[in-house]
């Protein structure tokens, strides 16, 4: 029933101010309120405090944020209108602020989705994932509104986009009635207007499932995302994401399209609210409980901590004391510095294991790969500059340049295994001096000119130059 869903609209719309203007925190303040007189163009809501305030609200934001999340906006841009005060015109009389769009962001914190469990069930529904992005597109200018003008009688007519990645839905007619001994209008007489249409920055991004939620022997998946407005240019490929959006699809322009599959879409997820993980923070606990703490106060305080740690690497390995002790300190890594002048002075280790084949240099390699939070394996005779730092590759459908980050990129914050280090090319291995030094990659391909995060430490495995050690010659010569 229409008027039934105008009367639920009108509500939820009027639930909307009510929350936004009176919401109050458990310290008493009112948190959304003040955030919209301070930011005038955007808001962050948490779903726990709509929860609070009213329940079917928000499961209406969950089932159906297409339709409810307009809402919310126009609800923002009401109450920030009558929040602010009368300003002095031109003429001198206090006139009524113009105020602009707001954009809502929403926040949770319930737990992250599967990318590989995301399916037709979630299709126009709230979800929640992680990961790392590793391409980041151009920006690109996306109407909202489009302005129509009739070839033949020269009418104007204003039709919405939908949003994200979804076009207009251009009528076939025109409504222009003719007079007599006017010709009629044809089928399809609409031309879009670009200068009188209304925009918004639109960018897409490709996110990858986090390296330590792949299965094993299976090639990780990625989706994309579209990001608009204020979220735009605030990613760089590298970055690990919690992000929460709407399921949605689009159709894929291109030559792979089979013919007649009209109901065959791509899926995307159209991003309302996104988090950055910290610099510091890996994919471990987070947060400990009291008894982990205490344990752990306790087993530093013992004087055989050390020995203890190293004795924990690689267990199944016989000997090889000193390396185990090299691997637990690169594990654990140094203290970063900062110096007053503004330099900063790297924590992360980086080890060399060179020796003879069968000295269990690749078994300690894969040890470090599982143990680490975060790390990658990668063998230097598969690996190329472009796959370890960053590649610039075009895209098949927008035939634009974008950015992907490699194995360095994508390990920040971890450890990466590079086996087969004297089997590397050399160009190859001068690639990777940056990230290992300076802990950044810089890239200057295609007139894209950009800097990505690399704080790995890197943990290689090498034969010497004859195959093995020779002790009749020197150190320098045989490495």
């Not at 989706?223 to 709407?246: F, K, N």
């Not at 084949?357 to 040890?367: D, E, G, N, V, Y």
């Not at 075009?394 to 914050?413: H, I, K, Q, T």
């Amino acid at each position: 029933d229409p008027a039934a869903a105008d009367i639920t609209r009108h509500s939820a719309l009027r639930k909307f101010k009510e929350f936004l203007r009176g919401f109050t925190s458990p310290t008493g303040d009112f948190p959304y309120r003040e955030s919209l007189v301070h930011n005038r163009d955007h808001v962050t809501v948490a779903i726990e405090d709509l929860d609070a305030f009213d329940a079917e609200l928000a499961d209406r934001i969950r089932k159906a944020p297409a339709d409810y999340l307009p809402l919310f906006e126009t609800a923002g841009s009401e109450v920030l209108a009558s929040l602010r005060s009368k300003v002095a015109g031109e003429t001198g009389e206090m006139e009524e602020p113009v105020t602009g769009d707001v954009q809502i962001f929403l926040s949770s914190k319930e737990n992250c989705v599967s990318m590989r469990s995301i399916g037709a069930d979630y299709m126009s529904k709230l979800v929640k994932i992680a990961g790392i992005a590793i391409a980041a597109s151009r920006v690109k200018a996306k109407a909202t509104h489009v302005t129509l003008l009739c070839k033949n009688c020269r009418s104007v007519r204003t039709v919405p986009c939908r949003p994200g990645l979804g076009g207009a839905i251009v009528p076939r007619s025109c409504d222009h009635v003719p007079q007599p001994g006017e010709e009629p209008c044809p089928l399809d007489p609409w031309i879009a207007v670009p200068d009188k249409s209304k925009y918004v920055d639109l960018q897409t991004l490709k996110l990858q499932e986090n390296p330590e939620d792949v299965p094993t022997g299976e090639l990780p998946r990625n989706v994309l995302l579209s990001v608009d407005r204020h979220l735009v240019q605030t990613i760089v490929p590298g970055t690990r994401l919690t992000v929460i959006g709407i399921y949605s699809v689009f159709q894929a322009s291109g030559t792979n399209n089979q013919k007649g599959a009209v109901g065959v879409k791509q899926p995307y997820i159209r991003i309302v609210g996104l988090e950055q993980s910290r610099d510091d923070n890996t994919n471990g606990p987070s947060h400990f409980t009291l008894d982990e703490e205490m344990e752990f106060k306790e087993f530093a305080q013992r004087p055989d901590a050390y020995a203890k740690i190293c004795s924990m690497i690689g267990p199944s390995i016989y000997g090889h004391g000193d390396v185990k002790k090299a691997i637990a300190c690169l594990l654990f890594g140094g203290s970063k510095k900062r110096l007053p002048d503004g330099v900063r002075l790297r924590g992360d280790i980086h080890a060399l294991l060179l020796g003879d084949p069968s000295t269990a240099k690749s078994q300690f390699l894969k040890f470090v790969e599982k143990t680490a939070p975060i790390a990658v394996y990668t063998s230097g005779k598969g690996s190329s500059a472009a796959g370890l730092t960053a590649s610039v590759t075009r895209d098949s459908n927008s035939r634009e340049f974008y950015l992907e980050g490699g194995a360095m990129v994508l390990a920040d914050g971890g450890v990466v295994c590079i086996d087969e280090f004297d089997k590397m090319r050399p160009e190859d291995r001068v690639a990777i001096h940056e990230a290992m030094e300076q802990q950044t990659i810089s890239i200057a391909k295609a007139g894209i000119t950009t800097v990505l995060n690399s704080r790995t430490s890197v943990l290689a495995a090498a034969n010497p130059i004859s195959g093995r050690y020779d002790d009749l010659k020197r150190l320098h010569k045989i490495t």
